[in-house]
T-cell receptor, first 113, second 113 residues
């Protein structure tokens, strides 16, 4: 079953604008990760936020985590055409199966030049 | 480091044939994962190895699927016999720890006719 559910399913913006993607999940987590997938390629890890963290930055990326609402958001600032890709959130649970990454269906981001 | 290496990148075969997918994880990583990605079901974990030992194969869909990891630098996923519904992109990923960031290979796009 899907743990993370991204919203929206697709997002189209102009270069230079900010892009915000959301992720909701259902169970207690150890951490939440965001990955990017360019068409026809493998997934690339972007950022990991632990359950005891609320916000994390990496370059133009900002991730927030609200464990009370079981939700996370990924903000890409000053978007570029090269940011066009699918973005997935993935959760790792606490407990025995903490190795398991459960992915959402992803958000397809298109950045128009 | 070359990253996770998968071969072949594309495989087209006929129903009933045996298919073997190969993966070389990043040197030093002790965790290896096989995933399958389809439009309908998204990314699904098939099997997880830790220190070459299969820990969780609950995602392997049927007995037609088998995976081995004879040493720390090589793993195979075999489908015998293959069926059209096995058509998907199969990813191998490795990580240094059992939880945390995973590094994905480029994937093998399998088409079963």
């Amino acid at each position: 079953s899907q743990q993370g559910e991204e919203d929206p399913q697709a997002l189209s913006i102009q270069e230079g604008e900010n892009a915000t993607m959301n992720c909701s999940y259902k169970t207690s987590i150890n951490n939440l990760q965001w990955y990017r997938q360019n068409s026809g390629r493998g997934l690339v890890h972007l950022i990991l936020i632990r359950s005891n963290e609320r916000e994390k930055h990496s370059g133009r990326l900002r991730v927030t985590l609200d464990t009370s609402k079981k939700s996370s958001s990924l903000l890409i600032t000053a978007s570029r055409a090269a940011d066009t890709a699918s973005y997935f959130c993935a959760t790792q649970n606490s407990g025995g199966s903490n190795y398991k990454l459960t992915f959402g269906k992803g958000t397809l981001l298109t950045v128009n030049p | 480091d070359a990253g996770v290496i998968q071969s072949p990148r594309h495989e087209v075969t006929e129903m009933g044939q045996e298919v073997t997918l190969r993966c070389k994880p990043i040197s030093g990583h002790n965790s290896l994962f096989w995933y399958r990605q389809t439009m309908m079901r998204g990314l699904e974990l098939l099997i997880y190895f830790n220190n070459n030992v299969p820990i969780d194969d609950s995602g392997m869909p049927e007995d037609r699927f088998s995976a081995k990891m004879p040493n720390a630098s090589f793993s195979t996923l075999k489908i015998q016999p293959s069926e059209p519904r096995d058509s998907a992109v199969y990813f191998c990923a490795s990580s240094l720890l059992d939880s945390g960031e995973q590094f994905f290979g480029p994937g093998t796009r399998l088409t079963v006719l």
